[in-house]
């Protein structure tokens, strides 16, 4: 029954709490920027009202710029489900491996970026050119950053690598805190927030992931934002989960569950916090000031990776 | 009868059916149908009795022998099929198969303007070419169907010989390929002076007093050769001339196993042949790796020649294929056999992917090509419209090729990865940092070949056409649909079956005398592949998921929204007619990719500006600009090579004074020389 429950949570929690998070990232931001902000469950409104618009499409658009939004909103899903959230018990040996996860996402980015190419716009395919850049360069740091903990702890399974770091490792501390870093650039870059991209904006000449969903409108438009929420909520957990896995279920009961979601969410809104103060206080790098960042990130977890014997 | 087909007969029958097939085209090359049907139809069957034959021996595990002529052991005819050999006569027949299916349709737009019969006749001989020079024991028997599957290649990439770009290709084909034989003589004579036989058998089994300098002799020149032959950086030069000039199904046959035979001799040199391996044999082919993998994606990037795009693309897989077979013979050298039966295995796995998808890709090329007549992704556009089944098929292929789950790419790209995993995790000090780089490379391609493909399919497939060519496609001909739709179920079933297929091809990689049955690091079953204790997926699931996490959302969606209008009209158009100008173009989809590499890229860019009038330069015509990359090959490589052959030649060019007396005088001092060589 238990097991069970675990389950539904572990399947339904990304998706149905992704807007949450996005609301309150947007929520800090206004405080930082002395703003009221709107409500923390404005993306929900947002979604609702979305899906309750007619949709236009352009005449030169093709299948993939229907079918995408529908197979990026799921892969988002279906690794959403696969990565450690609230305990151990939701392993699974099919699909918690490190790289079908980042693969994963990455069939996500071929098809977004194709669905920007798709309608023949002005901006779209710029938006994807810019997007299968930054996405191709942070492939090194994002993989060598999660081998760091993968090497540490001899398994590729991310599951496999909460389950080692709940054992406090002292003499891993300076590699994990190196590939944290390391990650988090890479989390930046991937979830397409400062100092790569700002969410805020439409129609700004320097505009990467919102420029691919210009064409999009009602429901495509609503998957495709809540796909993005999705992929924001995933990294920030495997940000906080995979490096500082305190907190995570071991035994499945149903106070433990609760205690791991209440440390999962105190953990994930510091990291947000970190990041509504980075987008309220640096500016956006210029575009190619951004290959540096990467190969920076790709040099130190590499730099992390030495330091695992 | 049938059971005939899978002992060594069946080889013979297939030898025999691509004879044939050779020499009908020949004579029925007056009428154009029948000798397309005639070379095609015996290339068929000849491919499915050599497929059945080869897989019969994969699946049974018994190596078969064949006996042409009694021969002596300088020479002989003997062909020998053990796992590995059919292995590689498996791919080739697949893909000679399909092929040649897709061929029938294919070659009609040479009706008439080129001999069909000539092209039947180096087509099957091409194909025979390849499956015995994967099956000879003799090395000089091998030389000879080796230099055959040049030169039929070669033919066959002059075979549009009206045009002269081709017939350069073919010359720098030619050339390159020789040096290349140049460097396998070497090595097979040396192989020679240590044992005394040109058989593989006899060699094998008697190098094992053999000094380690001559072994990394004979393996050096065997890299540079067989190298040359797989297109490794930098002797791939002839690659993406000579590929794109051939027909598209040639193109799909030499990248998808001509360049395999240079990998599969490697392996056979690597692991079976030479007994000891040095720790750096290993290093230098796993640095030759990332270099080709990486420098390949990136010159793909830069290309806007369909087929030569693709042709880069093989010299980033070729990459990928070494960086396996690199950690491979690491492993080898420290004694780590079952790491090395799992890196030679994701060697081997990426060999039979990159083989399908890109044979698959290239036959997506030649349908494009064959409807609008133009090589130039520029001049491509919207063609999702008028080739809706191509495109789809080609849309498999760029997902494989970019290693997207649930595709074959993915499972071989994994398998490299958790094998140079291993290495970082085992090793340590200066290979550690190797493999770190070298798991980087891997990481930094696989993220920019998803991006050319983005490039490649959106400038395609996407958009509105910018030709007036793309308006006047159609949709190719059912035998070429039904070849790519084949490949395509290859590709996602080569995938699926990931953790059959991986013990399918571990076996083949321990059978090897360097790996003498060694359990290799992989535990698979039908769902899950578990790559030692490390690492663990599952390929079918993560394809299930998909489609179901798929369906039921777009079921909820569509319970959500059912009541919404979708409507189709202009979006964006500003007040202005949307034009084919306003989308993006290949050059600017990869342009700041190029900008952020231009250290090893080298962009040039010429500006030209035409005027009105020449005198009064006010009114400017038109203004052009060509973008382009130095070639640092020919200009840090092989200009200097040549300039130094010319140096030599001109000092040596003193001696040649014309007068007969010196001539003499030359002749009576090498006589002396002679003489007291042999006197003392």
Redesign the interface.
Known sequence: MISIFAWIVQILFVPVFSPLLVGITKKIKAKFQNRQGASIFQPYRDLWKL??????????A???FKFSP??I???T??VGASIPLLSLATKN?????F??LI??L??G??FL??SG??????????G???E??V??????G???SL?TL??AS????LFGIVNFGLGFHLQYLPAIILAFFSFCISLLAETARFPFDNPATHLELTMIHEVML??HS??GLA?MEWAAANKFLIFLTLAVNLFFPFGIAVSLSLGSLILAALVLVVKVLLLCVGIAALESFTAKFR??RL?DLLFTS?VIS?IA??LI? | MFNYLLTSVGLLISIGLFLVGAVGALLFNKNNKLANWWGNVAAIFGSLVALIFSGSILVSKVPQTVTLLNGSQFFNTTLRVDLLSAFFIFIISLLGLLCSVYGLGYVKHYYNKYNLGVLGFFYNLFIVSMILVVSATNALSFLIVWELMSLTSYFLVIYEHREEENIKAGFLYFIMTHIGTAFIILSFLLLYRETGSLDFEIIKNNLANTSGLIQNIIFISALVGFGTKAGIIPFHIWLPKAHPAAPSHVSALMSGVMIKTGIYMLVRIAFDILPSTPLWWGVIVLIIGAVSSLLGVLYALSEHDFKRLLAYHSIENIGIILLGMGSALIFLSLGMKSLAALGLLAALYHTINHAVFKALLFLGAGAVISKTHTRNIEDY??L??YMPRT?FFF?IGS?AI????PFNG?VSE?LT??SM?NG??AL?SLT??LF??A??AL??T???A??C???V???T????PRSAHVKEASEVSLSMQFSMAVLSVVALALGLSAGWAASMFASIAVSLKNLNNFVPAISSTF??VNAN??????MP??FG??IV??SI??SL?YI??RK?????????DCGTN?T?R???TAT??????I??FNGILRPTQQTGVEYRDAHLRYFPKNSSIHFGLKDIYSIFFYKPIQELFLKVSEKIKKIQSGNINFYIMYIFLVLIGLLLIFVM
């Open positions: 899906l309750h618009k007619d949709e236009i499409v352009s005449h030169d093709s299948w993939i529908y197979i909103l799921s892969l899903i279906i040996n099919y699909l918690g491996d790289l079908v693969y994963m990455a069939l980015t071929f970026a194709l190419m798709d309608t023949g716009g002005g901006f779209g395919g710029f994807s050119s810019r299968m850049t996405a191709a360069l942070t492939e090194g994002l993989i060598c081998l993968a090497l001899r398994t590729t399974n210009l064409e009602g429901k998957m575009f190619f290959p790709f590499a990776i030495g014997f | 556009g919207g999702i419209k495109a849309l997902m970019s290693a997207l789950p993915f994994w990865f958790q995993f970082v995790a340590s550690k940092l770190i780089l798991i980087g990481a930094f696989s993220g920019l998803v991006m493909f983005v490039k399919f959106g400038a497939f996407l958009a509105r769902k899950l204790d490390l690492a663990i997926m599952s699931v993560a998921a998909i996490v798929t959302v777009g969606i959500v929204t919404q209008k979708v409507t189709h009209n202009i979006t964006w949307l084919p306003m989308e993006i600017g989809f990869s342009r700041s990719i900008t952020i």
